[in-house]
């Protein structure tokens, strides 16, 4: 954390008259160069507009009068070589400029970044870690008790275990063959009550036919 309150020595006041003695802020700076910036832009404007004023006069003059043709010639090419100079030193602010942008988020990145780990080891200063390992074991020897009671709590009863098994599914067994039993027999047509007629009378009983027939065909025939 020392390396971080070393860093930014704008915080203590001789670190303050130290910075004023070796130059400007990065703030300060960038705003001298957009100053600086706007005034080269008016003046590359205004060479701009005099280099087409003196192109004006060298067509008028032409031949008419050469020396005023030249003369205007002769001022345009200082304005265009002012006005190269101008377009390079605007270059050289515009990369200074970007230098500096760069250079104050840099600046204000590491300012956060120490203000964040001065937080942390705040955060950190009322925490003993030999406590946190010690809390640590406590909760996860609670929540193994806590499974412990859950497989209890779910394991099941052993309510009937007096009783054997294997003669209740026997019993079960007959159980079911009864029912299945009832299903069969109510499925089967019904058989009658009344007894049936013996052979003896079925033949006693086509003889008396037979006969009772052929008295009926003797008194026909007479």
């Known amino acids: 954390m020392s390396k971080f309150s070393n860093f930014f020595k704008g915080g203590s006041s001789s670190g303050s008259s130290r910075s004023r003695k070796q130059g400007p ?3 300060e700076a960038l705003h001298r160069l957009r100053e600086t910036e706007e005034m080269l832009t008016k003046k590359q404007e205004y060479l701009e507009n005099r280099i ?13 009068n050469k020396r005023a043709a030249l003369q ?3 001022r345009k090419k200082r304005f265009e070589k002012q006005l190269a100079q101008i377009d390079g030193t605007l270059s050289t602010i515009e990369f200074q400029r970007e230098a500096l ?22 955060a950190h200063e009322h925490m003993d870690l030999d ?12 929540q193994e008790i806590a499974q412990e009671i859950s497989d209890a709590i779910s394991r099941p009863a052993a309510f009937g275990s007096e009783f054997d098994e294997d ?3 026997a019993e079960l067994e007959e159980l079911e063959q009864e029912e299945l039993n009832k299903k069969m027999t109510k499925g089967l047509p019904k058989v009658p009550t009344t007894s049936l007629p013996s052979r003896q009378v079925k033949i006693k009983k086509k003889t008396e036919e037979e006969a009772e027939g052929m008295t009926h065909l003797a008194t026909w025939a007479s």
């Open 52 to 64: 087409q004023k003196e192109l004006e006069t060298a067509r008028r003059s032409g031949t008419k």
């Open 167 to 169: 003669e209740l599914l």
């Open 131 to 142: 406590k946190i390992d010690e809390m640590m074991q406590d909760i996860t020897e609670q």
């Open 72 to 74: 205007a010639l002769k």
């Open 25 to 27: 802020s990065p703030q």
């Open 101 to 122: 942008e760069n250079a104050n988020t840099n600046t204000e990145v590491l300012k956060s970044m120490g203000y964040a780990a001065k937080a942390i080891k705040a």
